[in-house]
């Protein structure tokens, strides 16, 4: 099973941008979907994006649709989500996450998820 380790959360004001990334090790990280979810205070986890293994198709939430992308490097063995025009209802724990299913949006489909970072976007 592939392990998962996020970086580079951290604090922006509004209207800046962030990159986070995430680190894989164990399992051959090319297999796998990968994709990123987030948990805002008193919130449900929700589905942002998601790559295909080969990193040539995403799919993307609304609510982050031409401000976020999703891309991957395989030969590092690393996801990352750039994150362009925050707004403070971007703010939350982001976490990567893997799964063996492609296309799917589902919490239930994941077999294993990073331990999160926190992205904090101030007004």
């Known amino acids: 099973q592939v392990q998962l380790v996020e970086s580079g959360g951290g604090l922006v004001q509004a209207g800046g941008s962030l990159s986070v990334s995430c680190a894989a090790s164990?399992?051959?990280?090319?297999?796998?979907?990968m994709t990123w979810f987030r948990q805002a205070p008193g919130k449900e986890r929700e589905f942002v994006a998601a790559?295909?293994?080969?990193?040539?198709?995403?799919d993307y939430a609304d609510s982050v649709k031409g401000r976020f992308t999703v891309s991957r490097d395989n030969d590092k063995n690393t996801l990352y989500l750039q994150m362009n025009n925050l707004k403070p209802e971007d703010t939350a724990v982001y976490y990567c996450?893997?799964?063996?299913?492609?296309?799917?949006?589902?919490?239930?489909?994941?077999?294993?998820w990073g331990q999160g970072t926190q992205v904090t976007v101030s007004s």
């Open positions: 790559i295909i293994p080969s990193g040539l198709s995403a």
């Open positions: 164990g399992r051959t990280f090319s297999a796998y979907a």
């Open positions: 996450a893997a799964s063996l299913i492609i296309g799917s949006r589902k919490q239930s489909d994941i077999i294993s």
